[in-house]
């Protein structure tokens, strides 16, 4: 079964740093462009952040640009978010998907997904 698996969330206060990891289980990470999707309770997923196999592309929200840099190590077969200056609003379950689409950063777009991992951003 192709999937990944995401780590590194936990409970930060607000102006904290935490930095995720996405890592491949049953295919090559290196393949394939990834993202960094989140959704709080309540909510739609959103895009957080999207990097393109070649590390050339990188996207990212709005909400997020300037605070978190998606990053890649394909000989490692690992994606990571550095999450920097966290808010609140930035509490959520963080998800990472793959594509073959090239120029996508779409939620539909994306597969395989991990079973998220738990960022809270509480004082």
């Known amino acids: 079964q192709e999937h990944l698996v995401e780590s590194g969330g936990g409970l930060v206060q607000p102006g904290g740093s935490l930095r995720l990891s996405c890592a491949a289980s049953?295919?090559?990470?290196?393949?394939?462009?990834i993202g960094w999707f989140r959704q709080a309770p309540g909510k739609e997923r959103e895009e957080v952040a999207c990097i393109s196999i070649n590390s050339g592309f990188t996207y990212y929200g709005d909400s997020v640009n300037g605070r978190f840099t998606i990053s890649r190590d394909n000989v490692k077969n690992t994606v990571y978010l550095q999450m920097n200056n966290l808010k609140p609003e930035d509490t959520a379950v963080y998800y990472c998907?793959?594509?073959?689409?090239?120029?996508?950063?779409?939620?539909?777009?994306?597969?395989?997904w991990g079973p998220g991992t738990q960022v809270s951003v509480s004082s």
């Open positions: 049953g295919f090559i990470l290196g393949y394939y462009r």
């Open positions: 998907g793959g594509t073959y689409v090239v120029d996508s950063c779409k939620v539909g777009d994306f597969h395989s």
